[in-house]
């Protein structure tokens, strides 16, 4: 049999536009890996708060970002969670969506010499395999060779809505204003970071979720999939 090149999707879109539940289920379908890459961002994050460094001291967490060993691995609990998230053999995955890491993740992630690790440890899960990637510089920098690109979107609105139902089934405690306005300041500093900025790749199909049922968004892009093909 002759063996199928490898195949890069990409996601991108601001917090909580349906990006992971969507690509998740995309790989699950088509039988590709998934990376949510956020989760290199909030692991190293969860290190640098454990640590008691300051989300401002850059050095530091760049130094930190080179020393810690971050693994994601394919779940085998049964508690909800996408994937497995380790630091150093410690399984931090719920640690990952907390409020602490929820507020200074976007602030660590403006860092240019954090993005140039955690973008190789992107591309170096991604070689080699099929994979869809979901992210907020995926489709720009990351992999803008991919030859298939979404954005998904979403009112903001309608974002802070479904991570706060996601907090509750997750059995989290959560706070739909204080979710609203965490949301407004990352989408401020994705978009506005000089480094790797939150935009549209040109080239991508635009889904705008708001409305939409997640079965219909994956319908719609299964389509454009199979099309492509
Ligand atoms: O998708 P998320 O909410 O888990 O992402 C957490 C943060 O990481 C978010 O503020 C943006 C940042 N991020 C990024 O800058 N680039 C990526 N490829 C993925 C996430």
């Not at 508690?79 to 399984?91: A, E, F, K, P, W």
């Not at 979404?150 to 609105?157: G, K, Q, R, T, V």
């Not at 309608?158 to 706060?164: D, S």
């Not at 989290?172 to 935009?199: C, F, G, H, V």
């Amino acid at each position: 049999m002759i063996a199928q090149p490898s195949m890069i999707i990409t996601i991108d879109g601001p917090s909580s536009s349906g990006k992971s539940t969507i690509g998740q289920k995309l790989a699950h379908k088509i039988g590709y890996h998934y990376l949510d890459t956020g989760c290199l961002y909030r692991a190293l994050t969860v290190a640098t708060l454990q640590r008691d460094i300051p989300v401002t001291d850059t050095h530091a967490i760049i130094k930190l970002a080179t020393e810690i060993d971050i693994t994601v691995q394919i779940s085998k609990m049964e508690d909800g969670r996408q994937y497995t998230v380790l630091i150093n053999s410690t399984d931090v995955t719920w640690d990952l969506r907390s409020s602490n890491t929820d507020t200074n993740v976007a602030l660590i992630a403006t860092i240019p010499g954090v993005r140039q690790i955690l973008t190789e440890q992107m591309r170096s899960i991604a070689d080699g395999v099929s994979i869809v990637m979901v992210g907020r510089d995926i489709g720009t920098v990351v992999v803008p060779e991919a030859p298939l690109k979404f954005y998904l979107d979403a009112s903001i609105d309608e974002r802070a809505r479904r991570r706060h139902k996601e907090n509750i089934a997750n059995g989290q405690k959560s706070d739909y204003q204080e979710i609203l306005s965490n949301l407004q300041a990352r989408d401020r500093i994705d978009t506005q970071r000089e480094s790797a900025p939150l935009r549209k790749p040109t080239s991508a199909h635009i889904i705008d979720t708001t409305s939409m049922k997640p079965m219909s968004v994956l319908n719609a892009i299964l389509m454009i999939f199979h099309d492509s093909m």
